[in-house]
């Protein structure tokens, strides 16, 4: 049988950003466990939506289409969006926020722009 997650326990567990922990997985997705603050960098998944659900804080998902045109969206507790698969996009905050994320396994945080920001995705601390 499976653990039981506790989202107040994960949160607790890591306190660094932009370095999602994956909590479960639901078929061949991952829902992970994220702290922001702060901008990311411009970047899209070519395979893939992305889901972002807002636990607190708020958080600015920074969009633009292929002509350069902005489509900004801010969310706030409670909130669920899907970045469409292949939509430049970049998260900023103003503050702390924390999120859970929904994406197919194996899906890379930077997407198609890879670099220094990219994190190894990493297992929550075990509680034992
Ligand atoms: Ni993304």
Redesign the pocket.
């Given at each position: 049988m499976a653990d039981v997650v506790n989202l107040a326990a994960a949160f607790d567990s890591f306190d660094d950003t932009w370095q999602p922990r994956r909590l479960v997985s639901v078929n061949d997705y991952d829902v992970k466990a994220v702290r922001l603050e702060g901008e990311?960098v411009w970047?899209?998944?070519p395979e893939t939506d992305?889901l972002f659900m807002v636990r607190s804080g708020r958080l600015v998902i920074q969009q633009r289409d292929a002509e350069g045109k902005r489509h900004d969206v801010e969310l706030g507790p409670g909130d669920v969006y899907v970045?469409p698969r292949g939509v430049e996009?970049c998260?900023r905050t103003e503050g702390a926020v924390t999120a859970l994320l929904f994406?197919p396994r194996g899906?890379v945080?930077?997407?198609d722009a890879g670099g220094e920001r990219t994190a190894e995705l990493q297992e929550p601390a075990a509680d034992d």
């Open positions: 990311f970047h899209s998944h992305e970045v996009h998260p994406e899906t945080n930077t997407g």
